[in-house]
């Protein structure tokens, strides 16, 4: 009889320690009230386009095969402690990697919005993947790509020059994210 008790106890001390793992791998890690990487769960903002839905296509006009120009962006929820944002616009289906599109940081929290084919007066623009300080639209070589339009607030303005990359805007974030949201769109070039 003890030692089913025994076993009862360990197997339900085993299950713990492996919700406890899973949880803290799946989750956010906090540490002060900020996050500590950039896998994240979006509280209470939300990025928006009046030009496209989540998950659904982005109009050619915005692409390589239109104007090539930026779409317009609605961000919503900032939290009111932020200092500044930051957006990535990448493309995880890319055949080599992950393809960025557009970077921006030190974007004042007050602007909610991006417009069409402009680039916020106080943002600093990072280098995207076809070696240029500007947008790149999506422009992918065959199927259709999804594009993560992804926008960071932050409790303070980066000290990071002018055609950073990705990986050092994303180093430079850790431990200031406040917040975070996401919008994705599509595109398939037509052949």
Known sequence: METKKLILIISIIVVLLGVVL???????????????????ISK?????????????????????????????????????????????????DAPMKVWVHWLLWNIPASISEIKENSVPEEAVLGMNDFGRLEWGGPCPPSGTHRYFFKVYALDTNLDLPEGSRKEDLEKAMEGHILDFAQLIGLYSRKN
């Open 22 to 40: 899973f949880l803290r791998s799946s989750f956010i890690i906090k540490k002060e009230g900020k996050t500590t990487n950039l896998q994240l």
């Open 44 to 92: 209470n903002m939300i990025i928006e386009s009046p030009a496209f839905k989540n998950n659904e296509r982005i109009p050619q006009k915005y692409t390589c095969d239109g104007k090539d120009i930026n779409p317009p962006l609605i961000i919503s929820g900032i939290p009111e402690n932020a200092k500044s944002l930051a957006l990535i616009v990448d493309d995880p």
